[in-house]
């Protein structure tokens, strides 16, 4: 007979099962319980599961993780709960559980696409001089027609259906950039001194988003650093159970950033799910006594670009962008950081552009990190679910502010024939202060 592994959490965390009153005002709330109609995915269904887990009553099965494994981990359930049950520390608490016990390997057949998804997610995602290499590969196909004939051809349906997803997330043209600089001072009096953390998948796919949240950094008269030493804030891997190689992120950030000094006012991102990650590094260090303090002051001053420029305020843009915009909220910033009116405060502020509200505008497009390569097919269920609300509007462009969001709506939009454009919110705003990406190139790309 096959030894039972014990699924146990930390007690400081298993406390929290007990939080939930089981009122099920989070099932309206839930997006894998909207499309399945099965209470076993939905966040009440998964607590007793993990809840069984933990007490022994039930065991790691096919079935169980496959229900655990659908949670997209966007927080909607922590927004509409009375009882402030902190579901997010939970799931991702188990999932640490079970990969260091091995039982999801050991118990849900895999096949070498899965492997090979698992360690390209782990081993060449956040770290951008190994994903800039793939993605060089990946920009010669689409130079010499490679990717365009794998699709005419059909061959491209031959790849199993998380390799088809993961090649359709590339851009159709994959844009390189020089990397920030280290420090700039801006023309006028420094109002406030900021350091920027990159991000891995954004430096890399997205550094044209980087460049524009520094110029409008040095247009709000910031003096602007980027820390040496940097690296991956440790999401993909906090999310998916890694969390040893999650902390180890976690300190060398730490590192990194506070070697600037006591005097920087705040840390920047403009990625929602780096930025969730970052704000949690006092709990991911809870039980290291070097790094717990350090985490807790590093958490103090970080701060999502929406966030940081709406306090510090903002100085108002003058470049008309005449575009009709809809603005998606990414569930990281929405949920896990409860920012919501900075971005369409600042959308606003921009002359001639016209917010239009969003139906659904908090409801998860299915992008979830890394979620939409894993189950790609709930992630498509929820991409057209949130294009459909999109058409509704008639917008021109769709803002949001996270790298993953983007990627996943531009791919759904790209194969669906829909012409409207993703973009970040500060490319937006970056246009309206007359940066890189200019009122032109904004409107008519």
């Known amino acids: 007979m096959q030894q ?82 902190r579901y997010g520390s939970l799931i991702e608490s188990m999932r640490g559980r079970l990969a260091a016990a091995g039982q999801a390997r050991q118990t849900v057949s895999r096949s070498l696409a899965d492997h090979f998804l698992e360690k390209f997610m782990y081993e060449v995602f956040p770290y951008p001089e190994k994903l800039n290499r793939w993605l060089w590969l990946a920009k010669m196909g689409q130079a010499i027609g490679l990717n365009a004939f794998l699709h005419s051809s059909g061959l491209i349906k031959l790849l199993p259906d998380k390799l088809q997803k993961m090649e359709s997330m590339l851009p159709p043209e ?50 602007v650093f980027v820390p040496r030493g940097q690296t991956c804030c440790g999401a993909i891997h906090h999310h998916g159970g890694r969390q040893h190689e999650a902390q180890e992120m976690a300190r060398k950030n730490i590192d990194a950033f506070t070697a600037l000094g006591p005097d920087i006012d705040a840390y920047v991102t403009n990625v929602a799910g780096c930025g969730a990650t970052l704000k949690e590094y006092e709990e991911l260090l809870h039980d290291d006594p070097l790094y717990a303090p350090r985490a807790k002051d590093f958490v103090a001053r970080m701060r999502d670009i929406n966030e940081f420029l709406a306090d510090l305020p ?42 239009v509200e969003l139906p659904e505008s908090d409801w998860c497009c299915g992008a979830a990190g890394t979620y939409n390569l894993t189950q790609p097919q709930m992630s498509t269920r929820l991409a057209e679910r949130k294009m459909i609300n999109v058409d509704a509007t008639g917008a021109e462009a769709l803002a949001t502010a996270n790298v993953g969001c983007m990627m996943q709506l531009m791919q759904h939009a790209r194969l669906t024939g829909r012409k409207v454009r993703v973009v970040h919110p500060i490319d937006l705003l970056d246009a309206a202060y007359g940066g890189r990406g200019s009122v032109e190139a904004i409107v008519m790309e």
Request: proline letters at 9%; glycine letters at 6%.
């Open 4 to 85: 039972r592994l014990e699924i146990k959490l930390d007690d400081r965390i298993s406390e929290r099962f007990f939080d939930c009153v089981h009122c099920g005002l989070c099932l309206g709330q839930c997006p894998t319980y909207s499309e399945t109609g099965d209470e076993n995915n939905s966040p009440r269904g998964r607590i007793y599961l993990m809840r069984g887990l933990h007490e022994g009553r039930l065991a790691p099965s096919d079935p169980v993780l496959r229900h655990l494994d659908l949670c997209l981990d966007c927080r909607a359930c922590e927004t509409a709960c009375p009882s402030g049950v």
């Open 174 to 223: 994959i844009e390189t950039c020089d990397p920030l600089p280290l420090h700039a001072k801006p023309a006028g009096k420094v109002r406030a001194r900021v350091a920027l953390f990159r991000g891995c998948v954004s430096e890399s796919i997205f550094g044209p988003s980087n460049w524009a949240m520094w110029r409008v950094l040095l247009a709000n008269d910031c003096e």
């Open 314 to 355: 903002l100085k108002p843009p003058t470049e008309p962008v005449p575009l009709k915009v809809t603005y998606h909220e990414a569930c990281h910033l929405c949920h896990g950081q409860q920012i919501r009116s900075q971005p369409r405060m600042l959308l606003k502020s921009i002359p001639g552009l016209e917010l």
